[in-house]
């Protein structure tokens, strides 16, 4: 529940206003009634010129007005000189209102009403709140007002307000946030409203010059204009109808869907369409049509577009498959693995007498050997090999998985019994029997097989008991299998935990951290602005370690602390170095950890690194957690300290955790990171998108920067640039990348962000 704050000093455009009331002479405590108002006709003759910005307005004020069903509001709308056309909401409100002349037709002026929401909203370059004793009359003491003027934006022609009232004990900002979030959706819509009153159809379509398919209709349905790629690629000519055409060929989607724009008048947008051309080549388009009015709203027509999208589509299904398959075997991967896992269980009995999923984790032994004194390449050309014969060997028994390295996993289905566990073992040891050759050279490479049988656990747990297994096998000598049992899942726990705390500990000595950085690309220059720091552990004998199979143990033992200084450091220290290789300077986000904030010595660190590193502190970002937060009093001093210093500050993971709006305000924040968990669903789910575009707007209502995080795809993209975020960072852009990645892309990662920028977010 958002705390009541009653308004403790007034805006200097409020005192200004009252100032001007006690020099006319104005009383308080006398009830002010307009003096000017519309006759009827003057009413009827205004309305009937303001219609279109009437009904446009009014259908936003309708929203407002769902939006708050259960709140007491009235939503009044005025022209530009302060004249009232249009008032809706709350019954009880208006009346009360009526009595003091606030009804259609009035004119609010200061001059004749004192400080007012309607004539401060129309002077004021800005959304206005009169609330309580802001009012210049005792009488409006008990109301709360918010007022927004509305222009059409090509030109900053004033057209009107819209305002909110209400009492003041319903007083809440946010409805001022959300009467600007209306205005600018208003203002948009009037601006394509006049643009389509003056552009002429033809005028602004060039047909046989755009790349784009082209069909243009007449109200009958017969096809006056198309361009050559839909002539020549589907046969669709210029003088045909498009109506009858769908009617004899039902399977030609773009007559199909033309027709139900001409017959029932509904638009398309971006309708994937995989058609054939008359040659038989299969395209890949994006559809949109629409439905063409007059400037007398008379139906003249249809207008469809077709953007050939083939290589972006074929890109994406590689994509799609690399996600799911091993690039260099093209076995399924470990993502696979899991998901198929999860199905499984999910809709499998945890316990029978009949084994029906059992799984084999293969490792190959001293394949480390083969690849430093043969090559890598060698060392490919052999896991493809092994692939092929793991693959043949199972047939349609079940699945192979490569997980990285020399690791694979054997998924069966039906296997009868535990005999039957053990005989299969014993032959995939027998098929590495024969040497693998290459060039004529002849290797020989064993493995080491673990074997766990599902008994009813979860998918994660499955996996660890055939890799206990295989770590069994080979402490057994390798070149054989050991099948997981209780008593080795009794131990392994805590073995586990104890040996990653050890190998943890040892980790930061060892030089074994690494960190990868995220690129933060500006909407505006359309360039790599900011890195986000992203600690990585490139553990001896796994690869590479993704941290959140790790930090929770340095969280738990204390580690994080001294890992995060360190990451803070070296981070300070690859800026210089960037700096040094000529690169631009970026903003450089490191995530503090809760002990690292709660630590007293943070201000210190934080001050010590940036002076023995030479880093600019207005280059350093800190990203801490909304829950961080909670003891507000330290949090403040904390945050006031640390921007002493010069540093950013953000808040990551906004919306995901405990927030107080009321002292946000408070701290000294630059920054709000949108979490991408909020921005994954903007596309399909309205409340995520909702929630976006509020945060958006609150955190500039704040003077506050915003990030969103996890952004991969371009209608995520073109979004988050209509509702004017700052930054964006996801995979859409880039992965997170190595220091050496980093550099050698720099410059094509640069042109790729305004290649991707010129559909995504515009020119």
Not at 93 to 121: C, H, K, P, W, Y
Not at 167 to 173: G, K, Q, R, S, V
Not at 280 to 293: G, M, N, R
């Amino acid at each position: 529940m958002i705390k009541i704050i009653q308004p403790t000093e007034e805006q200097d455009y409020i005192v200004e206003s009252k100032r001007k009331c006690i020099e006319a002479g104005m009383n308080p405590n006398e009830v002010r009634t307009p003096k000017c108002s519309m006759s009827d006709q003057e009413l009827l003759e205004k309305r009937n010129t303001y219609s279109e910005i009437l009904s446009v307005v009014d259908f936003f004020s309708k929203k407002i007005l769902d939006s708050l069903s259960g709140t007491p509001v009235l939503i009044v709308i005025s022209d530009e000189n302060g004249y009232l056309l249009h008032m809706v909401g709350d019954e009880t409100i208006r009346a009360t209102v009526q009595q003091l002349g606030i009804q259609v037709g009035a004119q609010f002026t200061q001059e004749d009403m004192g400080t007012n929401v309607v004539s401060l909203s129309l002077q004021q370059g800005h959304p206005v709140q009169i609330v309580g004793s802001n009012h210049y009359h005792t009488v409006l003491h008990g109301s709360a007002c918010y007022g927004v003027a509305f222009h059409y934006t090509d030109n900053n022609d004033l057209l009107g307000s819209i305002c909110i009232m209400t009492a003041t004990e319903l007083h809440n900002p946010f409805f001022l946030t959300m009467l600007s979030t209306v205005v600018d959706s208003i203002e948009r819509e009037l601006l394509l409203r006049k643009q389509n009153r003056k552009l002429n159809m033809l005028n602004q379509i060039m047909i046989n010059k755009n790349r784009n398919g082209i069909i243009i209709t007449n109200a009958d349905g017969t096809i006056t204009a198309v361009n050559n790629f839909v002539a020549d690629s589907f046969h669709i000519l210029k003088d045909t109808n498009i109506v009858e055409r769908s009617t004899q060929q039902q399977e030609c989607l773009i007559s199909s869907h033309m027709s139900q724009v001409i017959t029932n008048k509904v638009s398309f947008d971006n309708v994937q369409m995989i058609l054939r051309t008359v040659d038989d080549q299969k395209v890949v388009c994006l559809f949109d049509a629409q439905p063409l009015y007059d400037e007398t709203n008379n139906f003249i027509g249809a207008y469809s577009q077709l953007r050939d999208i083939t290589e972006r589509y074929l890109s994406e299904e590689l994509n799609n498959y690399l996600a799911y398959h091993d690039e260099l075997t093209s076995l399924l991967n470990r993502r696979s693995l899991r998901e198929t896992l999860h199905e499984y269980i999910s809709s499998s009995p945890t316990s029978g007498e009949n084994i029906d999923l059992v799984l084999m984790f293969l490792d190959l032994d001293h394949f480390k050997t083969i690849n430093d004194a043969f090559g890598h390449s060698n060392g490919d050309i052999i896991l493809k090999q092994v692939a092929d014969r793991l693959t043949n060997f199972l047939g349609d028994k079940g699945n192979v998985y490569r997980m990285g390295g020399d690791e694979f996993i054997l998924l069966f289905h039906g296997l009868s019994e535990q005999q039957e566990v053990t005989q299969v073992g014993e032959r995939i040891i027998e098929i590495f029997n024969t040497p693998f050759t290459i060039n004529g050279s002849m290797f020989h490479v064993t493995a080491s097989i673990g074997i766990a049988i599902y008994d009813g656990t979860d998918a994660e747990s499955f996996m660890i008991y055939a890799d206990h297994a295989m770590y069994r096998s080979k402490s057994k000598g390798r070149n054989n299998y050991t099948l997981f049992d209780s008593n080795m899942k009794s131990n392994s726990s805590e073995k586990d935990k104890l040996s990653l705390e050890l190998a943890l500990r040892g980790a930061l000595e060892a030089k074994e951290f690494i960190v990868y950085y995220q690129p933060q690309v500006d909407f505006t220059t359309k360039k790599i602005i900011g890195l986000e720091a992203l600690l990585r552990w490139n553990r001896p004998g796994y690869g590479i370690v993704a941290p959140d199979a790790f930090i929770p143990v340095l969280e738990e033992t204390g580690l994080i602390s001294q890992v995060g200084e360190w990451v803070l450091r070296e981070v300070c220290n690859q800026s210089k170095r960037w700096v040094e290789k000529g690169l631009p300077k970026f903003k450089m986000a490191v995530n503090l950890s809760s002990k690292q904030f709660l630590n007293d010595n943070l201000v210190e660190v934080i001050s010590n690194t940036l002076r023995d590193t030479g880093m600019d502190p207005n280059y350093l970002e800190l990203e801490i957690t909304e829950t961080m937060t909670m003891d507000v009093e330290r949090a403040i001093t904390v945050l006031d300290q640390l921007n002493a210093l010069g540093v950013r500050i953000s808040i990551d993971d906004f919306g995901t955790g405990y927030s107080s709006l009321n002292y946000l305000k408070k701290f000294p924040i630059h920054t709000l990171k949108i979490d991408k968990s909020f921005v994954r669903d903007i596309m399909s789910d309205q409340n995520d998108l909702n929630i976006v575009s509020t945060i958006i707007s609150m955190a500039h209502n704040l003077n506050l920067d915003v990030v969103a995080e996890g952004v991969e795809t371009e209608d995520q993209l073109h979004f988050l640039q209509m509702k004017k975020c700052d930054t964006v960072q996801g995979y859409y852009f880039s992965k997170p990348l190595s220091v050496d990645e980093f550099e050698q892309s720099f410059y094509q990662l640069n042109d790729d962000i305004k290649f991707k920028s010129s559909s995504g977010m515009g020119d």
